[in-house]
């Protein structure tokens, strides 16, 4: 049941994910906020299927974020950052500049409002992020970062990337930090299993810390979710 699951998923969301992907520039005729709503659709697409192809349900816990906000959540698959986008009204998300080479997508993500990130780090490199995390903060969004860098199996615990300590200072914004135990359903390699995928926002953490204690806290809230004994 568990490899027909992941076959029909497969079939559906990706193929079905090529046209719309086709029809983008079309919306993007209609400005940013149609381009977003689109992009939120398609996640929510994403989030059907993985809930009734796959059998991946979401369940949030935890006070949910107000106002204006810098996300800082754990990351374990590709399903939390589709999903997150739904749950949290589209904030501006921080991903790895490879995104940005894939055709059409790539172009529609930097419409959107993705800010990419360079992982050798150049001063050139933080300081275009800056510029434009900057960007989306005055423009009214929330911004969204996975602060270990890369996707982590379950119950590993790396320590934050140094951008997130500069990010934090400059958005001068209370940070959400989200755990997540996605990873059990939703493996980098292998089948997808059927699940509930738990998400638990911390309480908010304000702006004006030291970098060693935000990140303490952060490190601290996005990994209070549990691994199952002999996972």
Not at 176 to 194: E, M, N, S, Y
Request: glycine content about 10%; overall charge positive; charged content about 20%.
């Amino acid at each position: 049941m568990t490899l027909i699951r992941n076959v029909a998923f497969l079939l559906v969301f990706y193929g079905l994910s090529a046209p719309i992907v086709l029809i983008v520039p079309f919306s993007a005729l209609f400005g940013r906020n149609a381009l977003i709503a689109y992009a939120v659709g398609w996640a929510r697409f994403h989030r059907w299927c993985a809930r009734y192809l796959l059998g991946v349900r979401s369940h949030y816990e935890g006070p949910r974020p107000r106002g204006q906000v810098f996300l800082a959540a754990k990351h374990q698959s590709m399903f939390e950052t589709l999903d997150l986008v739904v749950e949290l009204g589209a904030p501006a998300v921080i991903m790895r500049r490879e995104f940005a080479r894939i055709p059409i997508w790539g172009w529609a993500a930097r419409i959107y409002g993705i800010i990419l990130v360079d992982r050798a780090a150049s001063a050139a490199a933080l300081r275009a992020l800056m510029r434009e995390a900057k960007g989306a903060r005055e423009s009214g969004r929330s911004v969204m970062i996975f602060p270990e860098g890369t996707r982590v199996k379950p119950g590993d615990t790396p320590p934050l990337k140094s951008g997130f300590a500069g990010l934090y200072k400059m958005l001068d914004l209370p940070v959400v930090p989200i755990a997540t135990d996605v990873g059990r359903l939703w493996p980098k390699k292998g089948l997808k299993r059927a699940g509930v995928a738990t998400f638990r926002f911390g309480d908010p953490i304000p702006p004006g810390l030291s970098r060693a204690e935000v990140e303490k806290r952060v490190h601290a809230a996005i990994n209070v979710l549990e691994v199952p004994p002999g996972y």
